[in-house]
């Protein structure tokens, strides 16, 4: 049988926003390593050392067909014609680091690329992945369509910023009638983020309200940014208490 881990193809992605690494280094593509094509998707594996038995249990070949057809499907259904779509599919092992999230979905900034990153099997722990590709495609739409921009996978945010979009990208899937997070569950992680800020009563009210302004609304990077700097998230996300930690004299 045909080995489902050969490199059949390379996929460049350029980026607006190179991932900086810790040495100071700029990164400003990626590339993707193809090992199978399954319906018009091109698919990459991202594993440590894996067999092909490992391969077929943690991303069996139906499983792995359906995820390809439907993220063709959603891409479609959100206005997005790309002319590569790839999905890349890490083992939860090697899921560390800056993928702390259950997935990604980076565009390049040609905008004819959309990669979707899972960064656990959707398979092995039997979560509705629908939900997570909904998701993810919603985060591409926003790149796609240029209200954000294409930025380097790696490249992390503050914490505020995704948690302000995902008030936009979660309402406007409930009006689609599309599987999210609803509202209730979405201001309960932004009051959980706006107590780790230490927000005053009085900002924490105005943020609160902030959030509910943004559901379902399609916003631009440069908006939420605004809206951070207003509500002084900005200046409290430098420095979340929970990840302060001594560098050396000058910070003390
Ligand atoms: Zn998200």
Redesign the pocket.
């Given at each position: 049988m045909e080995s489902r881990l050969k490199v059949i193809d390379k996929l460049r992605l350029d980026y607006e926003v190179p991932f900086v690494s810790d040495r100071g280094k700029a990164l400003d593509h990626t590339i993707v390593r193809i090992n199978e094509r399954r319906k018009g998707v091109e698919i990459s594996y991202a594993l440590l050392d894996p067999t092909e038995q490992d391969l077929d249990s943690l991303f069996p070949r139906d499983g792995m067909d359906s995820l390809a057809e439907m993220t063709g499907s959603i891409l479609g259904d959100l206005g997005m014609k790309p002319r590569r779509m790839a999905l890349q599919m890490w083992d939860y092992s090697v899921a560390r680091g800056p993928y702390s999230?259950e997935g990604r979905a980076p565009v390049n900034k040609q905008r004819d690329t959309v990669l979707v990153i899972f960064t656990k099997s959707p398979f092995v722990y039997k979560f509705g992945y629908e939900m997570v590709l909904w998701?993810?495609a919603m985060?591409a739409k926003d790149r796609w369509e240029r209200r954000f921009p294409a930025a380097h996978p790696q490249v992390q945010a503050d914490e505020w910023v995704?948690v302000l979009?995902?008030f936009s990208?979660d309402g406007r899937l409930e009006a689609r009638n599309k599987p999210h997070y609803n509202k209730a569950e979405r201001l309960e992680e932004a009051a959980a983020l706006f107590r780790k800020l230490r927000l005053s009563a009085d900002l924490m009210d105005r943020a609160v309200k902030a959030c509910g302004r943004l559901w379902g609304k399609e916003v631009t990077m440069e908006a939420l940014l605004q809206t951070g700097r207003e509500l002084g998230l900005e200046a409290a996300g430098k420095t979340p208490p929970s990840k302060r930690q001594p560098r050396g004299p000058e910070t003390r």
């Open positions: 999230v998701h993810q985060h995704d979009w995902h990208i």
